[in-house]
């Protein structure tokens, strides 16, 4: 018989573990693309590059499996099989965390996606905090049957795995359902961009050098004005500190740049007014008909209604370039930075409408529709 202070203990650890995968799975499915990111990211730290072209994949799945083991968790569905995936999975990711914060050089372990973002040592901590949650919901359900699902059951795993792999897939396909990045509707770029290049201007960076009293074996620090540590006889070099470091800009903000050949045309397109369209194309080779199709109809929409329209891509133009979608008149396009085009825009090619240098609305391609 299990103790009532056991069956409350691991009730509380449920809910709680359950609400922490829920939150972490679902930030993290509604941007499958950052989360693809992010696991190339590894692949690459770990030298597993040639598993990169699964990446996307692999990100709906895993996004899918941790909302999925969530809401089976928060809903007591088969309880004890859940919380062994649960113990397995928290396992392997706080090893992997711990491995992140001390030997690989790793910011952000995207653990809560763009949502929340926590640095290595951090994630480790709270990796170290759920971890015993689940295995106390694991021990109060080792002795009951894994896979004996009953009728509710299997109904619910249903509608669980296509809730959780739904919300990865659409998002995909269509753009996140909840934006958690900078360039989110109702974003004005320019602003964003000055009010960041700011704060860098403003950051000053103050150098710290430790150093080691070779006699009494005593740490000092000194200011790198301080010429007394360059007694190599008395002093042993420790490390250097940075304080006051500049701060790490978000998404690339303040590397917003669009230009050509001509050069920087960043301010003079995001405080243009009214409305500007810009296409933005991954790779122009791998456009689809369908898509250069829908592109065409913004940019005859464009010439209908007086609407400024560019191409943005990442692909190198050595010169002054016109594009024509699917037919269209041709339209000049203009360099942007592959990260930053892909933090504006989770889509291989779409289009953002800018309205006076606010984001008003974003499309991945297949969802562009012009009246």
């Given at each position: 018989?299990?103790?009532?202070?056991?069956?409350?203990?691991?009730?509380i650890?449920?809910?709680?573990?359950?609400?922490?995968?829920?939150?972490?799975?679902?930030?993290?499915?509604?941007?499958?693309?950052?989360?693809?990111?992010?696991?190339?990211e590894y692949?690459?730290?770990?030298?597993?590059?040639?598993?990169?072209?699964?990446?996307m994949?692999?990100?709906?799945?895993?996004?899918?499996?941790?909302?999925?083991?969530?809401?089976?968790?928060?809903f007591?569905v088969?309880?004890?099989?859940?919380?062994?995936?649960?113990?397995?999975?928290?396992?392997?990711?706080t090893?992997?965390?711990?491995?992140?914060?001390?030997?690989?050089?790793?910011?952000?372990?995207?653990?809560?996606?763009?949502?929340?973002?926590l640095?290595p040592?951090?994630t480790?901590?709270?990796?170290?905090?759920?971890?015993?949650?689940?295995?106390?919901?694991?021990?109060?359900?080792?002795?009951?049957?894994?896979?004996?699902?009953?009728?509710?059951?299997?109904?619910?795993?249903?509608?669980?795995c296509?809730?959780?792999?739904?919300?990865?897939?659409?998002?995909?396909?269509?753009?996140?359902?909840?934006?958690f990045?900078?360039?989110?509707?109702?974003?004005?770029?320019?602003?964003?961009i000055?009010?960041?290049?700011?704060?860098?201007?403003?950051?000053?960076?103050?150098?710290?050098?430790?150093?080691?009293?070779?006699?009494t074996?005593?740490?000092?620090?000194?200011?790198?004005?301080?010429?007394?540590?360059?007694?190599?006889?008395?002093?042993?070099?420790?490390?250097?500190?940075?304080?006051?470091?500049?701060?790490?800009?978000?998404?690339?903000?303040?590397?917003?740049?669009?230009?050509?050949?001509?050069?920087?045309?960043?301010?003079?397109i995001?405080?243009?007014?009214?409305?500007?369209?810009?296409?933005?194309?991954?790779?122009?080779?791998?456009?689809?008909?369908?898509?250069?199709?829908?592109?065409?109809?913004?940019?005859?929409?464009?010439?209908?209604?007086?609407?400024?329209?560019?191409c943005?891509?990442?692909?190198?133009?050595?010169?002054?370039?016109?594009?024509?979608?699917?037919?269209?008149?041709?339209?000049?396009?203009?360099?942007?930075?592959?990260?930053?085009?892909?933090?504006?825009?989770?889509?291989?090619?779409?289009?953002?409408?800018?309205?006076?240098?606010?984001?008003?609305?974003?499309f991945?391609?297949?969802?562009?529709?012009?009246?």
């Amino acid at each position: 018989m299990v103790s009532r202070g056991l069956n409350i203990l691991s009730h509380i650890c449920r809910i709680a573990a359950a609400v922490v995968f829920i939150f972490s799975g679902f930030v993290k499915a509604v941007d499958p693309w950052g989360t693809a990111l992010k696991v190339n990211e590894y692949l690459s730290i770990y030298g597993l590059e040639e598993l990169m072209p699964a990446s996307m994949i692999f990100s709906i799945w895993l996004c899918g499996a941790e909302l999925m083991m969530g809401l089976m968790l928060f809903f007591k569905v088969r309880t004890r099989l859940i919380s062994i995936f649960a113990l397995v999975s928290m396992i392997f990711f706080t090893v992997l965390t711990f491995l992140s914060a001390t030997w690989i050089p790793v910011e952000d372990c995207g653990c809560f996606g763009d949502a929340l973002k926590l640095t290595p040592w951090q994630t480790f901590f709270k990796n170290l905090l759920i971890l015993p949650m689940v295995v106390v919901v694991w021990y109060r359900y080792r002795r009951h049957s894994a896979f004996a699902f009953s009728r509710r059951e299997l109904i619910l795993t249903a509608t669980f795995c296509t809730i959780a792999m739904g919300v990865g897939v659409y998002s995909y396909f269509n753009l996140p359902i909840m934006d958690f990045l900078p360039y989110k509707k109702g974003a004005n770029i320019y602003e964003m961009i000055n009010s960041q290049r700011h704060e860098i201007e403003e950051a000053e960076e103050e150098y710290v050098l430790v150093y080691r009293n070779r006699r009494t074996g005593k740490l000092r620090e000194f200011s790198i004005d301080d010429t007394e540590w360059q007694n190599d006889e008395k002093w042993e070099w420790v490390e250097t500190r940075v304080e006051n470091e500049v701060p790490n800009v978000e998404a690339l903000v303040s590397e917003f740049l669009i230009s050509d050949a001509e050069g920087d045309v960043t301010t003079e397109i995001l405080t243009r007014k009214g409305l500007v369209y810009f296409i933005c194309v991954t790779n122009f080779d791998r456009l689809n008909d369908k898509c250069a199709a829908r592109l065409r109809g913004v940019i005859e929409y464009a010439e209908q209604n007086d609407v400024y329209v560019v191409c943005l891509t990442p692909e190198p133009l050595e010169e002054v370039y016109f594009h024509s979608f699917g037919g269209s008149q041709p339209i000049r396009c203009y360099n942007i930075d592959a990260t930053v085009m892909k933090t504006m825009l989770r889509a291989r090619n779409g289009l953002v409408v800018l309205q006076d240098g606010v984001i008003k609305d974003k499309f991945n391609c297949r969802m562009i529709e012009m009246e």
